[in-house]
C-alpha cells in the first residue's frame, strides 16, 4: 500500500500543480473581470448616494457625486473623473455658506437648462438642496433649501430626478420601500421661481429582483422623452453581500394639461449585478454613453461601471 502511493506521488504532483495553476487563472480573470467595474474609494464615507453629469468630452466623464454622510468632517460631494479604463479621479468639494451641513444625502439631479452647473439634492428625510458648483470646481454654493410636498410620515427618500418634458420642470422622486412594503414613485411640476413642487400623482412599485431585503427604488432618473429608469438593490448589512439591478419602470407625459405617469405592467431587469449595491444612477448620451451606474457598498467603499460602454 506503501510502495502504491510513492510509486502514484508524481501524478498526485501533477494534480496539484495543475490546480495551482487554474486557481491561478481564475483569480486572474476575476480581476481582469473585475476592472470592469472601476473602484472609487474604500471605506463606509464613501459610498456614492447620487450622481450627475457635470461635463462630457472626449473619453472623459465629469460627474457631481454626493455622499450619504451625517458626522461633521465627513464629505458630502466631490467631483469623479472617468478617463477610458483609468483610475477614476476624485476631488473632494467644499460646501460654501453659513447653512448646516446637509445630513444622508440620497440622491442628485441636474436642472435641465443650467449647462449642468446647478443641481438639487435630496436627504432621506425629503429636504431638498438647491447648490452650484462654481467655476473654479473646488466649491458648492447653496441657494436655496425647500421641503418636498407632503411627506409621509416614515418616508425614507432614495431617488429625485428632474427633466424638461413638453416645456415643464417635471419632478419626480421615491420613497425606496423595503421587503414587502412597496416603493412610492411620486411626481409633479417644480416651480424653480419659488422652489415649489406640486405634487400631481403617485404609484406602488416593487421590483422582482432582487428579493432579499430589497430597497425596491435606490435610484432613479428620466430621460427627456420621459422614460423612468430606476435601480433597486438589496442591502443585508454594511459587509453585504449586495445584490442590485436596472429596470424602466414606466413612462411620464404631459396630456391634458397634467403630468400623467404610465406604469410597466411587468418590469423587466435590464441589468442585474451581484456583490455590489447599486445606489445612484445617471444616463449619458451619446455613442460613448450608456447607464452609468455607482454604488454605495458600506465597508467596501465605492465603485462606477458603464453599463452599456466598452
Keep these: 500500500m506503501r510502495l502504491s502511493a510513492l ?11 495543475s490546480l495551482i495553476v487554474l486557481g491561478t487563472l481564475l483569480f486572474l480573470c476575476q480581476r481582469v473581470w473585475a476592472q470592469d467595474w472601476l473602484p472609487v474609494r474604500g471605506g463606509i464615507s464613501f459610498g456614492i448616494s447620487g450622481i450627475a453629469l457635470i461635463e462630457q468630452k472626449s473619453n472623459s466623464l465629469d460627474f457631481l457625486i454626493v455622499h450619504d454622510n451625517k458626522k461633521p468632517l465627513q464629505g458630502r460631494l466631490a467631483i469623479l473623473n472617468l478617463s477610458g479604463k483609468n483610475q477614476p479621479e476624485y476631488f473632494a468639494l467644499n460646501w460654501i455658506g453659513n447653512a448646516e451641513l446637509p445630513s444622508d444625502l440620497e440622491a442628485l439631479t441636474s436642472i435641465p437648462g443650467t ?8 436627504s432621506s428625510s425629503g429636504k431638498a438642496y438647491s447648490i452650484q458648483l462654481e467655476t473654479d470646481k473646488k466649491n458648492i454654493s447653496l441657494i436655496k433649501e425647500f421641503k418636498l410636498p407632503a411627506i409621509p410620515q416614515e418616508s425614507n427618500f432614495e431617488a429625485f430626478s428632474l427633466q424638461d418634458i413638453d416645456g415643464k420642470l417635471v419632478a419626480v422622486w421615491a420613497h425606496r ?4 412594503a412597496p416603493a412610492v414613485i411620486y411626481w409633479g411640476l417644480l416651480d424653480l421661481t419659488k422652489y415649489q413642487i406640486m405634487l400631481t400623482g403617485s404609484a406602488n412599485l416593487k421590483v422582482p429582483f432582487p428579493s432579499g431585503n430589497v430597497r425596491h427604488i435606490s435610484d432613479m432618473k428620466i430621460d427627456p422623452t420621459g422614460v423612468v429608469f430606476i435601480s433597486a438593490a438589496s442591502d443585508p448589512g454594511d459587509n453585504g453581500p449586495f445584490q442590485s439591478a436596472l429596470y424602466v419602470a414606466g413612462s411620464l407625459g404631459y396630456r391634458n394639461h397634467k403630468i400623467v405617469f404610465k406604469q410597466n405592467a411587468q418590469l423587466v431587469p435590464l441589468y442585474r449585478k451581484n456583490y455590489h449595491k447599486i445606489e445612484a444612477i445617471e444616463l449619458v448620451p451619446g455613442a460613448e454613453g450608456g447607464v452609468i451606474v455607482a454604488t454605495d457598498d458600506e465597508n467596501f467603499g465605492s465603485a462606477v461601471y458603464m453599463v452599456g460602454g466598452d
Design 115 to 122: 449647462k449642468n452647473n446647478s443641481f438639487i439634492a435630496l
Design 177 to 180: 420601500g423595503e421587503a414587502e
Design 7 to 17: 510509486l502514484n506521488l508524481p501524478q498526485f504532483l501533477k494534480l496539484i500543480i
